[in-house]
């Protein structure tokens, strides 16, 4: 049985200019992702799709193998999952067939060995195509979360078939993270998208959840690696 991990980081970031190798708490924010997937046993070897040379300087660094990237598939609007076919393609040729794809976003430092190994092990269990990693939300589209009508007014995004008055009334809805998500070579090849086929999820807590995307997110994750989150 043979378990890659992969970590997609190109070198165009507008949120956060060279997030992917911005150093967090004295380490290259790729570092931390890199380091998770050395630590577990499960996982056969760990690869880094980038278009960037620092990027790729660095995680080399810290004992990744480095795709490279396609400048075609490093692009604002390019679908992530082109990469992940892209990279998928690149090992088998290289080094041949594999049974699991998990992907371990470079944005997503806080995540615990135990995540990354609880969404192998469920996805495996269940036989879903892929298990994402989800984490309560801070609001509700049936109770907090407004869209605009044609007629200029403002109305919840689901309204509630009954009479919601407090917040636990309302369905528990989740935000997805990018934590991790476990999959394999085959549903990348012949999908596309997470919810083209069976879709199970492991839950995430908050503290390790954060998702970097701007300078706010950076801040927070300083925050709570300094409180040894």
Not at 21 to 29: D, E, N, S, V, Y
Not at 125 to 134: E, L, N, P, R, W
Not at 137 to 150: D, G, L, Q
């Amino acid at each position: 049985m043979t378990i890659h991990a992969f970590i997609f980081a190109r070198g165009g970031s507008k949120g956060l200019p060279g997030k992917n190798i911005k150093l967090l708490a004295g380490k290259p924010l790729l570092a931390y992702s890199i380091e998770v997937a050395k630590q577990l046993p499960e996982i056969s070897q760990v690869f880094v799709s980038t278009d960037d040379k620092d990027i790729a300087s660095v995680a080399v660094e810290y004992g990744a193998t480095v795709i490279p990237r396609p400048d075609n598939l490093a692009q604002d609007d390019t679908p992530e999952w082109f990469a992940w076919r892209h990279a998928i393609n690149w090992v088998k040729e290289r080094y041949g067939e594999f049974d699991d794809f998990v992907s371990l976003p470079a944005t997503s430092p806080l995540r615990s060995e135990q995540d990354v190994q609880t969404a192998i092990k469920k996805r495996r269990q269940t036989g879903a195509d892929i298990c994402i990693s989800v984490t309560p939300a801070s609001r509700s589209p049936y109770f907090n979360m407004v869209k605009a009508t044609a007629e200029g007014e403002v109305e919840l995004v689901i309204p509630p078939t009954g009479e919601v008055q407090r917040r636990q009334d309302a369905p528990t809805v989740f935000d997805i993270t990018t934590v991790v998500y476990a999959t394999t070579p085959h549903f990348v090849l012949e999908q596309y998208g997470l919810f083209s086929g069976k879709v199970v999820a492991i839950e995430v807590p908050k503290h390790r959840a954060v998702d970097i995307d701007d300078i706010c997110d950076f801040r927070l994750a300083e925050v709570m690696l300094s409180y040894g989150e």
